[in-house]
């Protein structure tokens, strides 16, 4: 009977411990596909802007929209946990820089933006996501 208990003991642990693990490479593949997404879209943004001479307005709507009717992507690009995540920020201060942002779940991720990348991109913080249990990734042009 002991051994019995210690079996199932040991396999609980190991249950666990898979788990975890298993959960800690959803969330790692989440950010890496945010990283992809925001690569399609710096790439877009730079043909938009080499046939346009200025990157889009912000105010014109969603950027997101406005290269899409332009056909500069195929896709309107959403955040892989959907509408209960931070979607991609994009911010222009002036016609010739922007920057793009979203939300990492990963807070160890060795990329994830500094205080000053945060502040020029819009962002109050650095933290992000439900109850701020994200982190922020921006990339910006120049």
């Known amino acids: 009977m002991i051994e019995l208990l210690v079996s199932m003991g ?18 790692r593949a989440r950010d890496v596909q945010r ?5 399609q879209l710096t790439k877009a943004l730079e043909i938009f802007k080499n046939d346009n001479g200025e990157y889009p307005d912000p105010d014109d709507g969603n950027f997101q929209t406005q290269l899409l009717g332009a056909e500069y992507t195929k896709v309107t690009f959403v955040d892989p946990r ?4 931070d979607t991609y920020g994009y911010v222009r201060p002036s016609r010739l820089i922007y920057y793009l942002s979203a939300c990492f779940e990963n ?3 060795s990329t994830k933006a500094e205080v000053a990348q945060c502040t020029a991109s819009g962002r109050a913080s650095c933290l992000c996501g ?6 922020v990734y921006v990339v910006s042009n120049p």
């Open 10 to 27: 040991i396999i609980a642990v190991l249950t666990g411990m898979a788990v975890f693990n298993f959960n800690q490479s959803r969330v």
């Open 35 to 39: 990283k992809n997404d925001i690569g």
């Open 82 to 85: 959907g509408t209960d995540w």
């Open 107 to 109: 807070t160890a991720d």
């Open 130 to 135: 439900i109850d701020s249990a994200g982190v």
